[in-house]
């Protein structure tokens, strides 16, 4: 992947997650210790600890989500489960919406609603991901993302849809960061 677009991943204020520097540090396979404290003093916080508060984020997305921000920058890492672990939970998201809504398919679609709706959301992911929104336009973002829907529909009718996926990221992320953050206290706590 080009190495421009590559220091892009993650950057996306959205995506800011407030113990991401917690998370990382330990767990990747350079910079693991497997070291317990010495004498009487407190053992130190391990890759262990941190692996656990991601294991213990409640909503699977959200832990799919974690997974990607901590990992999704590693070339050498398969994050294709857990790209579609939140490419799914948007999809759905935005079906629930579209059945309240009474919204279709596009008339004359290829597509139908479901696989619109994935398409939508692994485009919404990976522009997210990538923070790639300033440097395409909306026909662009179709064309890139495989999507055969004119811009003009695109937004008049589906950008609501691509915005509301987008608060849900950001809902995602906050969960992550409320997990974390929790499970950080209460290791905290423990050790004192």
Same mark, same amino acid.
């Given at each position: 992947?080009?190495?421009?677009?590559?220091?892009?991943?993650?950057?996306?204020?959205? $995506?800011?997650?407030?113990?991401?520097?917690?998370?990382?540090?330990?767990?990747?396979?350079?910079?693991?210790?497997?070291?317990?404290?010495? /004498?009487?003093?407190?053992?130190?916080?391990?890759?262990?600890?941190?692996? +656990? %508060?991601?294991?213990?984020?409640?909503?699977?997305?959200?832990?799919?989500? +974690?997974?990607? $921000?901590?990992?999704?920058?590693?070339?050498?890492?398969?994050?294709?489960?857990?790209?579609?672990?939140?490419?799914?939970?948007?999809?759905? %998201?935005?079906?629930?919406?579209?059945?309240?809504? /009474?919204?279709? %398919?596009?008339?004359?679609?290829?597509?139908?609603? *479901?696989?619109? %709706?994935?398409?939508?959301?692994?485009?919404?992911?990976?522009? *997210?991901?990538?923070?790639?929104?300033?440097?395409?336009?909306? *026909?662009?973002?179709?064309?890139?993302? /495989?999507?055969?829907?004119?811009?003009?529909?695109?937004?008049?009718?589906?950008? /609501?849809?691509?915005?509301?996926? $987008?608060?849900?990221?950001?809902? $995602?992320?906050?969960?992550?960061?409320?997990?974390?953050?929790?499970?950080?206290?209460?290791?905290?706590?423990?050790?004192?």
């Amino acid at each position: 992947m080009n190495k421009v677009i590559q220091r892009r991943f993650g950057t996306s204020p959205r $995506l800011s997650l407030s113990n991401l520097d917690w998370l990382e540090h330990g767990m990747h396979a350079k910079t693991v210790r497997f070291d317990i404290g010495q /004498g009487g003093e407190p053992p130190s916080v391990t890759w262990e600890d941190r692996s +656990a %508060a991601i294991a213990l984020i409640d909503s699977s997305a959200a832990k799919s989500l +974690a997974s990607l $921000l901590l990992w999704g920058g590693d070339e050498k890492w398969d994050w294709a489960v857990h790209f579609n672990e939140v490419v799914g939970y948007l999809a759905k %998201a935005m079906l629930q919406q579209c059945r309240i809504d /009474g919204r279709q %398919a596009p008339k004359g679609s290829e597509y139908s609603l *479901e696989e619109l %709706a994935r398409l939508m959301a692994r485009m919404t992911l990976h522009f *997210e991901l990538y923070d790639l929104w300033s440097l395409y336009t909306v *026909e662009g973002r179709l064309l890139f993302s /495989g999507i055969n829907v004119s811009a003009s529909t695109y937004s008049q009718v589906w950008a /609501g849809y691509q915005k509301a996926m $987008l608060d849900n990221v950001g809902v $995602l992320a906050g969960a992550i960061n409320i997990a974390v953050h929790t499970y950080r206290r209460n290791l905290d706590e423990a050790r004192t």
